[in-house]
């Protein structure tokens, strides 16, 4: 207990002389070296409140102003045409009193300037927000911008030609627009199409068509009051009913994991992997905390995104309740969880307000390593409880876990800044079977052994004993795009920035004196024990009905895609509609995430990528209907990057009629068609995982650094959740997820109908269609669609 004792800063002793004071100079340094960073922090915070306060302009174009004015008033001309001296009549009398009349003019000077510097960032950032309201650019095709595009951009890089912060933007971004009912509901028909039979598209037409002529004109009128007074009339809604609402599980239907680098493992020493991802994770929560991360943009454009995912980035978990779970957020915390062989662990990765050393990390981490003592009764697995059901789980945290030492600990993993699992198993892309390895590897990281992960923590890290690592990640919080960010940091700075010795440890020195990583204390008691065993076979139950398979696709990347002036992801899209096809023997409503982070608050919309023109394409190609085959595959690929860009820019189908729906459900009135709608099963979900959001390393020069990215787990239960990264130009990684229940599905079958979708795709377009593109065969295809 040595480790408790030093926590104690004074010790006192009642004597007959009196009170006997005894002080640990030691813990008081401690104590004060923490308030410090905690001070600094504080003022950094105020400090960047300020200059995102008044952004696009400085806090010192307040002297500008001020100068600007004196010096007119100087050469006795008065830039406020008279307010200056009406601010002077209305100065307190305690200013008449003490400041002679020079000095009470120069008072009102400073009011007037302070008030005009003030109009004009409003002005700016007015402007700003018009400027970023503009879309049409995304509708232009490439090579041909319009004039006013032109000068839109130019506009917008003067504005935005300061450094801006993490936030400074936000404030500028426009808010998500609610789309007239009559376009959802067209396009949404539009989208049902292919999917259905004459005497069904009828009836869904009929239902659509009344919806819009009665009930859901009402519905609108809310929405668009609830879009005037909220930031972002879908995200709040969003998150509570798709994600904390949910009681089932949400190991495998909802959180989603990351891989780690494919060829290369920076060092095998379990320890010095999580000695380095430690640093590099809380040196990005710094970077996060200062806003040192320059705001995310549009690939290739001066256009930013939203920030508000990072905000609850770190200190963050997911507590369950009876009807609604509900996320916590801290804004410090100076430690990390850690389990290990089914001991929990308090690791402090601060001391006298320092970070720890990547060397001493790893220190504290082999201590853990080292440790043989058993776990507790009923520790071991505890964290099955977050992996099962969310109603038993919050009935035992409120009985069991609200006080004495089962609350300490418990509040030492959910506020910590994150979780760490050193697994004891190997895991990766290796041995005699390396494709098998890869997939076992995938469903380990996205539910391991079911109670060795805290799956209610916004992320927990995965180290395995070879030294590979991973993330889990909660989805409530924030969508991938925003955890591959921080991932693809952290992977670059462990491998690129900090590095390791020849001996494959941390760099550093290790200061010996450090206190032991604190064990938690728990006390189990035989109703949570039976609790833990019951959500573990549920959890246990469908970890086991997982398919999981990951391959790279290494037959051709997006360069040779984008030779062919061809949209990589619509390449990738229409191939996962002819596998599927394939795979079925039909069509299926298709789920593609985008993303509405144009808008303030935005998270994701959905691109329903089967279309007419695709399914018309794909049909064209099994029956061997060659004459217009590519004119069939342009129209698809245009069809789908429409959809993408009226998804992304507040136009989409169903984030508009899932707030409808919910409206509908305060309001108390039921629509037979909103009711359908939401019902359609997404048989095949996909998303593409961004890569290289930060040039932090070149992969042409680093190839062997390739990024396996992530998956999650199937959304229907007669589905297939696909998940893709484009790698560099020459490689394109999947991850397919299925069920072994269902006897349709098969992870491994659909993985080759990708491969060779795709490839059939591209001997196609790389023929020669110069014969095919003449004349009118574009337009005979349209008639034919």
């Given at each position: ?10 010790q ?39 200059i ?29 045409m ?6 002077q ?20 000077a ?7 510097w ?13 400027l970023l309201?503009?879309?049409q ?13 032109k ?23 426009p ?27 009828k ?11 009665n ?21 709040d809604?969003?998150?509570?009913y798709i994600?904390?609402r ?10 989603y ?10 060092t ?12 590099a ?5 710094r970077?996060?905390?200062?806003e040192e ?39 410090d ?5 850690v ?5 929990y ?26 440790d ?29 876990f609200s ?10 993993i959910?506020?910590a ?10 895991q ?6 390396p ?18 992960r ?8 995965v180290?395995y004993?070879?030294?590979k ?16 960010h ?6 670059a700075t462990?491998?690129f920035q ?6 494959g ?10 206190p ?20 573990l ?6 970890a086991d ?9 290494r037959e ?27 795979d ?5 409503l ?26 018309a ?9 060659m ?19 009226l998804?992304?820019?507040?136009a989409g189908?169903?984030?508009h ?5 919910v ?24 998303s ?11 992969l042409?020069?680093?190839p062997e ?32 997820s ?41 337009p ?6």
């Amino acid at each position: 207990m040595a480790e408790a004792h030093q926590a104690v800063a004074f010790q006192f002793t009642i004597t007959p002389e009196g009170i006997d004071l005894q002080l640990s100079y030691q813990a008081l340094n401690q104590i004060y070296l923490s308030g410090v960073r905690s001070w600094k922090k504080r003022v950094s915070r105020m400090r960047n409140s300020l200059i995102k306060g008044v952004y696009p302009a400085s806090p010192s174009s307040w002297l500008f102003v001020v100068i600007a004015i004196l010096a007119t008033m100087y050469m006795r001309s008065d830039p406020s045409m008279g307010l200056i001296t009406k601010i002077q009549q209305h100065l307190p009398l305690s200013l008449h009193v003490s400041l002679s009349s020079q000095g009470q003019t120069m008072v009102s000077a400073l009011v007037f300037s302070t008030l005009l510097w003030l109009s004009l960032i409003l002005a700016l950032r007015f402007c700003l927000k018009l400027l970023l309201s503009y879309h049409q650019w995304m509708f232009e095709q490439h090579g041909r911008v319009s004039n006013v595009t032109k000068v839109w951009v130019t506009l917008l890089r003067l504005l935005s030609s300061r450094k801006p912060l993490l936030y400074s933007y936000q404030t500028s971004l426009p808010h998500l627009p609610v789309p007239p009912i009559k376009d959802t509901v067209s396009r949404y028909l539009q989208s049902v199409r292919p999917l259905l039979t004459d005497p069904e598209y009828k009836r869904m037409t009929e239902l659509a068509n009344h919806f819009e002529l009665n009930l859901g004109n009402r519905l609108q009128r809310y929405l668009k009051l609830k879009a005037l007074w909220a930031t972002n009339y879908v995200s709040d809604w969003w998150e509570e009913y798709i994600y904390l609402r949910s009681r089932g599980p949400i190991m495998v239907n909802s959180n989603y994991y990351g891989m780690d680098f494919l060829y290369v493992t920076p060092t095998p020493v379990q320890a010095a992997r999580a000695g380095n991802t430690i640093t590099a994770l809380l040196l990005y929560r710094r970077k996060v905390n200062r806003e040192e991360l320059k705001p995310t943009r549009v690939p290739g454009t001066v256009i930013p995104l939203c920030a508000a995912q990072c905000e609850r980035m770190f200190n963050t978990t997911r507590t369950p309740g009876d009807q609604t779970d509900v996320l916590q957020h801290w804004q410090d915390s100076e430690f990390v969880a850690v389990y290990h062989k089914g001991r929990y662990f308090r690791l402090w990765v601060y001391r006298a307000g320092r970070l720890l050393s990547p060397r001493e990390i790893e220190y504290q981490i082999q201590r853990i390593l080292d440790d043989l003592s058993p776990p507790q009764p009923g520790e071991d697995k505890l964290g099955a409880l977050t992996a099962g059901d969310r109603m038993p789980w919050s009935r035992m945290r409120k009985q069991y876990f609200s006080s004495g030492i089962n609350k300490r600990s418990l509040d030492a993993i959910e506020r910590a800044a994150f979780f760490i699992t050193l697994d004891d198993e190997e895991q990766g892309m290796r041995g005699e079977d390396p494709a098998g390895n890869l997939d076992r590897y995938a469903k380990s990281l996205l539910h391991g052994k079911c109670y060795d992960r805290w799956f209610d923590k916004s992320f927990s890290i995965v180290i395995y004993k070879n030294g590979k690592s991973g993330l889990n990640a909660e989805h409530s919080w924030a969508d991938a795009p925003t955890v591959a960010h921080l991932w693809e940091y952290t992977l670059a700075t462990d491998a690129f920035q900090l590095g390791y010795t020849e001996d494959g440890h941390c760099k550093g020195d290790v200061d010996r004196t450090l206190p032991m990583p604190q064990r938690l204390v728990w006390d189990i008691p035989s109703e949570v024990q039976a609790q833990v065993c019951i959500s573990l076979a549920v959890a246990q139950a469908l970890a086991d009905d997982v398919d999981c398979h990951v391959f790279p696709f290494r037959e051709f990347g997006k360069g040779r895609i984008k030779k062919l002036r061809v949209s990589p992801d619509a390449f990738i899209q229409i191939g996962l509609q002819l596998a599927y096809y394939r795979d079925r023997g039909g069509f299926c409503l298709t789920y593609e995430a985008s993303m509405t982070r144009l808008f303030r608050e935005g998270r994701t919309e959905t691109v329903r990528s089967c279309s007419n023109e695709s399914s018309a394409f794909v049909k064209a190609l099994e029956n061997g209907e060659m004459c217009s085959l590519l004119i069939f595959f342009r129209l698809a690929e245009e069809q789908h990057q429409n959809l993408y860009r009226l998804a992304m820019t507040g136009a989409g189908i169903d984030r508009h009629l899932f707030c409808l729906y919910v409206v509908s459900k305060y309001l108390g009135v039921e629509s037979p068609f909103l009711k359908e709608v939401l019902s359609e099963p997404w048989r095949l979900s996909t998303s593409q995982t961004p890569v290289q959001q930060m040039e932090l390393f070149d992969l042409k020069n680093n190839p062997e650094f390739i990024s396996l990215g992530g998956g999650f787990g199937p959304v229907a239960d007669d589905g297939y959740g696909v998940s893709y990264i484009i790698v560099g130009e020459d490689m394109i990684n999947f991850h397919v997820s299925s069920k072994h229940s269902c006897s349709q599905t098969d992870s491994h079958r659909f993985g080759a109908q990708i491969s060779k979708a795709l490839q059939d795709i591209m001997t196609l377009l790389s023929a020669d269609t110069k014969t095919a593109t003449k004349g009118t065969a574009k337009p005979q295809a349209k008639k034919l669609l």
